[in-house]
């Protein structure tokens, strides 16, 4: 039985053909700042208005291993979570 969920291939390609993604943590669009030079398939590599894109890579030992996630996340939530202790800020140098 099909439960009409989207395969990873079916995923990619539709993400790769939006103009933004949402915060995972409080949904709101995050746009690339110049869609003339946006390359959805790298979506790290691309500079973002008011927040971040980056992937997840998932490592051996968590059961989704293998798996590569593209997640984008608001300046106001990674400000909030930061406060809350719930992500770090890698040491400088």
């Given at each position: 039985m099909?439960?009409?969920?989207?395969?990873?291939?079916?995923t990619f390609m539709m993400m790769t053909k939006m103009s933004y993604l949402k915060c995972?943590?409080?949904g709101v669009e995050i746009r690339p700042?110049?869609?003339?030079?946006?390359?959805?398939?790298?979506?790290?590599?691309?500079?973002w208005e008011g927040g971040t894109v980056d992937k997840l890579y998932m490592?051996?030992?968590?059961?989704?291993?293998?798996?590569?996630?593209?997640?984008a996340m608001c300046d106001d939530c990674?400000?909030?979570?930061?406060k809350e202790g719930v992500i770090r800020l890698k040491s400088q140098g």
């Open positions: 099909d439960s009409g969920a989207a395969k990873p291939k079916d995972m943590v409080c700042l110049d869609l003339g030079h946006y390359d959805p398939t790298e979506f790290e590599q691309q500079m490592p051996y030992g968590s059961r989704f291993d293998g798996n590569v996630y593209v997640f990674i400000e909030t979570k930061h």
